[in-house]
């Protein structure tokens, strides 16, 4: 019996587009959407709910056959609490983004994996500011897994100002396992 999970041409129930699985879908969707109750807000929060998930897909590296990919794609339209002083989206304001997003994909390709959340920290971020967006730009972020490994993960992330047709902001994110805490006794 053939593995439709890969075939780019299967499509799930959901509205989200693409042939991932229609719970890591909701997951995703979820993940950005569901209100944190009992705790305070997050950084950037009000940002992160507006997110919207436009695509996850599942697909064989072109690279290495054996290996598979997550692509996770998001809009966004730039708003006032986004900007820096001149009117741009401000760079902490695209690193955030890099991070989340990036993260998204991870998730998605670890649940396709395994049926589980691939739990991770931070280990660097290489953000580089192509062009600026501005107040109202509809931005579409398009996150691309490299590696999925025991110890390190990573992703690309491609912040496309569709408004104006020009590539915004690029960034790779290398994220690890964390560590377990040591015991004070």
């Known amino acids: 019996m053939a593995d439709n999970r890969f075939n780019s041409s299967a499509v799930g129930r959901s509205h989200i587009a ?57 809009e966004l339209e730039v ?23 990036s993260t998204l994909a991870l998730i998605a390709l670890g649940m396709a994996n395994t049926g589980e959340v691939t739990r991770s920290v931070s280990q660097s971020l290489n953000i580089v500011y192509h062009s600026p967006a501005q107040l109202g730009d509809k931005l579409r972020l398009v996150n691309t897994t490299l590696t999925l490994g025991a110890r390190a ?20 994110h290398v994220k690890m396992a964390p560590s377990i805490p040591k015991s004070n006794l």
């Open 153 to 172: 993960l990573s992703a690309r992330t491609e912040i496309w100002n569709v408004t104006h047709h020009r590539l915004a902001v690029s960034g790779t």
């Open 18 to 74: 693409g042939n991932a699985p229609d719970d890591v879908k909701s997951f995703l969707e979820n993940l950005l959407t569901s209100p944190r109750t009992g705790r305070s807000p997050t950084f950037a929060e009000s940002v992160e709910r507006r997110l919207k998930v436009t695509e996850v897909s599942i697909q064989k590296k072109s690279e290495e056959e054996r290996k598979t990919e997550a692509r996770v794609v998001l």
């Open 79 to 101: 708003s006032e609490d986004m900007l820096n002083g001149s009117g741009n989206i401000h760079g902490g304001c695209s690193a955030f983004l890099v991070d989340l997003c």
